[in-house]
């Protein structure tokens, strides 16, 4: 069992910065790749960023490649998400999660919802003009 715990939500303005946490604690060894995923209201939850565990490998979606940077640091148990150039359409509440099993970090399974086991109760991320 892993319980996550999301912060560094806000309001920020277009172009500007933006860097979310997601602790985690309980069963943290039994983690193989770390995802960050966002909804916003009346869309469905899609796939933003994700990083192997133990070897640090990570994956975007082309929406956000080249602006955001997703990394961990396995000493405090804790995955980053760094968002730069935000904009408009970055709007959503952030959710971080965790899958148990390993997946090679196949973009196939690791951008899928379902494929994730323990989920954080999100942080919201407001982007204005």
């Known amino acids: 069992q892993v319980q996550l715990v999301e912060s560094g939500g806000g309001l920020v303005q277009a172009g500007g910065s933006l860097r979310l946490s997601c602790a985690a604690s309980g069963r943290t060894f039994s983690t193989y790749t770390m995802g960050w995923f966002r909804q916003a209201p009346g869309k469905e939850r899609e796939f933003v960023a994700a990083i192997s565990w133990r070897g640090g490998t990570t994956y975007y979606a082309d929406s956000v490649k080249g602006r955001f940077t997703i990394s961990r640091d396995t000493a405090k148990n804790t995955v980053y998400l760094q968002m730069n150039s935000l904009k408009r359409e970055d709007t959503a509440v952030y959710y971080c999660?965790?899958?148990?099993?390993?997946?090679?970090?196949?973009?196939?399974?690791?951008?899928?919802?379902?494929?994730?086991?323990?989920w954080g109760q999100g942080t919201q991320v407001t982007v204005s003009s």
């Open positions: 999660a965790t899958r148990l099993q390993s997946s090679r970090l196949q973009s196939s399974v690791i951008t899928k919802v379902n494929s994730y086991d323990y």
